[in-house]
């Protein structure tokens, strides 16, 4: 589909003969590589598609063209971009901005009859980025684009009183095509999961946490995209939810799980003592070990929560490589919230009440770690 649309480009503006497309790697402050975006050059500017703002920055924004008009609205996170396909000049929450060049019209009924629009790079470093309080570096030799939080660094490491404090991510478990575990009564994993995200949502949104749920829907999300949405999101501690099951109908209560990377880094030495052996240490390994501490701290409160305030059963902490939290750049536990396979659990988890007790001592526990 790209490369036909791009020959008719080529047979309406011969002058576009010269697009052509370059593989951008997008990378965090760290260098962890997030993404590979295909850009499109042409005369010497980069172009991206519309489609790829959504999967670096909001995954549930949204855009709309008017192909009379000629103008492409979007929507990031809480801002409002009006362009236009024909023009340099835009807005972004009315306020206007200036492109050195205009976005690129490619093909006005692509799939799903959705057009494929492309703007320059100019408008994702010079108006994306400030807008959403990012520092967005491109870098065309090293094809690269750096993204880093324009005021946030490290989260859990708030001295400056004007950060703006970091969101709590809710990621519930499974969806779509992956159910998880199946209760005895027919409820299913996934849905409890969203079930019990939404209503934490709601609750934190009610005392003003900053909160961002990793799917809101019934469908499938890999945990790459999980990790990312966590990450572009603010995300200061993620909360993964699962449920339980047994085949000993007796077993019930939560369980609390840490991802700890430590078992699969081959240390030469003492951790610490050697730097050779760190330099060599993937990034993402150094990263994930830095938020160990916090994401202990975080399961040994709610712990200590869930028992006091609603005398549920918590087994003791458990810490191991998890695969699903691997990219998940921030301190994160991983939450069995109860055992499917038993009827005491599976009423926690549907009754009403029962279930805002639990969402509202997790949300408040945790508060205090996103400060
Ligand atoms: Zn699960």
Sequence with gaps: MRVA?????????????????????????????LHTLQSLVQRGTYYFDVEDLFLLFDP????????????????LRDKRFDLSVT????????????????????????????????????????????????????????????????QVSVPFQATNPEMVSLALILDPGHGGQDAGARGTTGIVEK?????????ASAFAESIGLPVYLTRTEDKTVSS??????AIWNRGGLLISIHCNRSFLPNESGVRIFINNPEGNLAFGNTPGESNTSEESMP???VSQAQFLVHSKQVAEALKQQLQESLDVPVADIVELPL???????????LLEVGFLSNPLDQTRLTDPSQLEALTQVLVNTVQQFLD
């Design 87 to 150: 023009r340099k000049q835009g807005k972004v929450d009315g306020q206007p901005f200036r492109l050195a060049h205009a976005p690129l019209l490619v093909d006005e009924a692509g799939p799903d009859n959705r057009p494929i629009i492309r703007v320059p790079v100019d408008f994702i470093t010079d108006v994306v980025g400030p807008a959403l309080d990012y520092v967005i570096d491109f870098n065309p030799n090293a094809q690269r684009l750096q993204v880093r939080e324009a």
């Design 323 to 333: 695969q699903s939290l691997m990219q998940v750049m921030m301190p994160a536990i």
């Design 5 to 33: 649309s791009l020959w008719l480009l080529v047979f309406l503006f011969p002058s576009m003969i010269i697009a052509q497309e370059i593989p951008i790697q997008v990378v965090d402050s760290g260098g962890q590589q």
């Design 224 to 229: 790459l995209a999980r990790a990312q949405a």
């Design 191 to 199: 849905d409890v999961t969203l079930a019990v995200a939404r209503q």
């Design 60 to 75: 549930q924004g949204g855009q709309r063209y008017i192909p009379l008009t000629k103008r492409l609205t979007l929507r």
């Design 283 to 285: 990034i993402q390994e």
